[in-house]
């Protein structure tokens, strides 16, 4: 016998038992999106590993540690994506679609990182992302912290908090890189390797630090906010303002700094305590040079990612339930002569009703075992068609969830029979009226 081969480290599947909390997810996600008028993107999952080191930033530990590249037949780089902010700005640049000034768009697929697999952490892992062009103000940043928010709130989540801070400008940063630096240096032998090795690279990453040993070290420096300029400051304060003003509810964080390069002035996290050590559950921030650092025209933008495996898991331990949505008839065929006219009678109600959902037995069995699959399914009625029904061009209909006699309709007719008693309207939809 063949050895089992197991699923790589860090990846994991989607069993159709989970399936209702993703498509719970995925069609909220849709619904708000459409809500604010984002229209969808759709963007490779491999790209150049120079967009993500020109993007990113060296000394991230995306850059450094967890991307996946290795080059092809062809001698290309290539990176599987870490992340899709970078990938869209790349596509809108290339597709020419900044020239109109101003874009909002939204994607949703997989993403992967070489990391240590752990609740939460998946090397190949699925996130929702937004992204706007062209906008300059802190309106923008409002909407999309707004949207983010009602995206939340209407996927049922309780418990998740809203963190603010602002990067400022990249002068305003420089200085503040200048006192940080200093300040790190100073206390360099209670560094860890990596900020030790960040303090030359880039000394913000070192705020970013999940080392327990660090953070008393990294509460006691300089802030940020001190060193904004006076239009990031007053960006920052408008901000504030407009979410006040929506009744969003915030707490200002000065060490939030976000572990990617291009961000600029607003940076945020939502976040919980309810998944220990993978606290952050949607993230993003302003990067007003990106689209430049990257080829194209001088380009404000802001965008977030949220991940989806994350706010699967806090809907699972917040107990929320998702109907999964089960056949609404079971079709029982018993005897020799009804294959055919049972895929045929099958094929018949799809096309009467596009968004009726049908199960067919398959693979015989006994006139009593097909029933118990049928009360299995969870379907509402059982059409059963024997070879005596189908000699004389009938169906008999029973139903399996509520009290009502069986009966025989004809084979023309039954279309229009199981709409009524499915309450099934032409368009499409459900008449629950």
Same mark, same amino acid.
């Given at each position: 016998? #063949?050895?089992?081969?197991?699923?790589?480290?860090?990846?994991?599947?989607?069993?159709?038992? %989970?399936?209702?909390?993703?498509?719970?997810?995925?069609? $909220?996600?849709?619904?708000?999106?459409? #809500?604010?008028?984002?229209?969808? &993107? @759709?963007?490779?999952?491999?790209?150049?590993?120079?967009?993500?080191?020109?993007?990113?930033? /060296?000394?991230? /530990? $995306?850059?450094?540690?967890?991307?996946? #590249?290795?080059?092809?037949?062809?001698?290309?780089?290539?990176?599987?994506?870490?992340?899709?902010?970078?990938? $869209?700005?790349?596509?809108?640049?290339?597709?020419?679609?900044?020239?109109?000034? @101003?874009?909002?768009?939204?994607?949703?697929?997989?993403?992967?990182?070489?990391?240590?697999?752990?609740?939460?952490?998946? @090397?190949?892992?699925?996130?929702?992302?937004?992204?706007?062009?062209?906008?300059?103000?802190?309106?923008?940043?409002?909407?999309?912290?707004?949207?983010?928010?009602?995206?939340?709130?209407?996927?049922?989540?309780?418990?998740?908090?809203?963190?603010?801070?602002? +990067?400022?400008?990249?002068?305003?940063?420089?200085?503040?890189?200048? =006192?940080?630096?200093?300040?790190?240096?100073?206390?360099?032998?209670?560094?860890?390797?990596?900020?030790?090795?960040?303090?030359?690279?880039?000394?913000?990453?070192?705020?970013?630090?999940?080392?327990?040993?660090?953070?008393?070290?990294?509460?006691?420096?300089?802030? +940020?906010?001190?060193?904004?300029?006076?239009?990031? @400051?007053?960006?920052?304060? #408008?901000?504030?303002? *407009?979410?006040?003003?929506?009744?969003?509810?915030?707490?200002?964080?000065?060490?939030?700094?976000?572990?990617?390069?291009?961000?600029?002035?607003?940076?945020?996290?939502?976040?919980?305590? *309810?998944?220990?050590?993978?606290?952050?559950?949607?993230?993003?921030?302003?990067?007003?040079?990106?689209?430049?650092?990257?080829?194209?025209?001088?380009?404000?933008?802001?965008?977030?990612?949220?991940? *989806?495996?994350?706010?699967?898991?806090?809907?699972?331990?917040?107990?929320?339930?998702?109907?999964?949505?089960?056949?609404?008839?079971?079709?029982?065929?018993?005897?020799?002569?009804?294959? $055919?006219?049972?895929? *045929?009678?099958?094929? %018949?109600?799809?096309?009467?009703?596009?968004?009726?959902?049908?199960?067919?037995? +398959?693979?015989?069995?006994?006139? =009593?075992? %097909?029933?118990?699959?049928? /009360?299995?399914?969870?379907?509402? &009625?059982?059409?059963?068609?024997?070879?005596?029904?189908?000699?004389?061009?009938?169906?008999?209909? =029973?139903?399996?969830?509520?009290?009502?006699?069986?009966?025989?309709?004809?084979?023309?007719?039954?279309?229009?029979?199981?709409?009524?008693?499915?309450?099934?309207? =032409?368009?499409?939809?459900?008449?629950?009226?």
């Amino acid at each position: 016998m #063949s050895k089992i081969i197991e699923p790589l480290r860090g990846v994991h599947d989607v069993l159709p038992a %989970q399936i209702a909390a993703w498509q719970h997810l995925e069609r $909220i996600t849709r619904q708000v999106f459409a #809500s604010y008028g984002y229209e969808e &993107f @759709r963007v490779p999952v491999i790209e150049q590993t120079q967009l993500f080191k020109r993007s990113i930033g /060296d000394f991230t /530990d $995306i850059v450094e540690k967890e991307m996946f #590249s290795f080059v092809d037949q062809g001698e290309d780089h290539i990176t599987l994506r870490p992340e899709a902010t970078a990938g $869209i700005v790349r596509a809108v640049i290339s597709n020419g679609l900044l020239r109109d000034g @101003r874009l909002r768009v939204w994607c949703m697929g997989p993403m992967f990182r070489r990391e240590r697999p752990q609740a939460g952490r998946y @090397r190949q892992f699925h996130q929702v992302d937004a992204e706007a062009f062209g906008f300059e103000g802190p309106d923008i940043d409002a909407e999309m912290i707004l949207l983010s928010a009602r995206l939340l709130k209407l996927l049922g989540l309780r418990g998740v908090s809203l963190k603010v801070n602002s +990067l400022g400008t990249p002068a305003s940063r420089a200085v503040y890189r200048d =006192k940080l630096t200093a300040y790190f240096t100073a206390h360099a032998e209670s560094l860890d390797e990596d900020s030790k090795r960040r303090l030359t690279g880039n000394p913000l990453r070192i705020l970013d630090s999940k080392n327990p040993d660090m953070q008393r070290l990294i509460a006691a420096a300089p802030l +940020l906010i001190e060193s904004l300029d006076a239009e990031s @400051r007053e960006h920052f304060e #408008s901000l504030c303002a *407009q979410l006040r003003g929506a009744g969003v509810e915030y707490h200002v964080e000065p060490h939030l700094v976000r572990g990617l390069d291009y961000y600029t002035r607003t940076v945020f996290e939502w976040t919980t305590d *309810q998944l220990g050590s993978q606290s952050t559950v949607c993230a993003g921030g302003r990067y007003d040079g990106l689209v430049a650092q990257l080829g194209g025209v001088d380009t404000p933008g802001i965008g977030w990612a949220m991940g *989806q495996e994350r706010i699967v898991m806090l809907l699972e331990k917040q107990n929320l339930e998702f109907s999964k949505r089960r056949p609404q008839l079971y079709l029982v065929l018993v005897g020799e002569q009804t294959g $055919i006219p049972g895929l *045929q009678l099958a094929e %018949q109600l799809r096309d009467a009703w596009p968004d009726l959902s049908l199960q067919i037995n +398959l693979g015989g069995g006994s006139f =009593k075992t %097909q029933f118990k699959r049928a /009360d299995k399914s969870g379907a509402e &009625f059982a059409l059963v068609l024997g070879d005596d029904e189908a000699a004389r061009g009938v169906v008999a209909v =029973k139903a399996l969830r509520r009290e009502m006699a069986q009966e025989e309709c004809p084979v023309e007719r039954i279309s229009e029979r199981i709409g009524n008693l499915l309450g099934l309207k =032409k368009g499409g939809e459900r008449n629950h009226g």
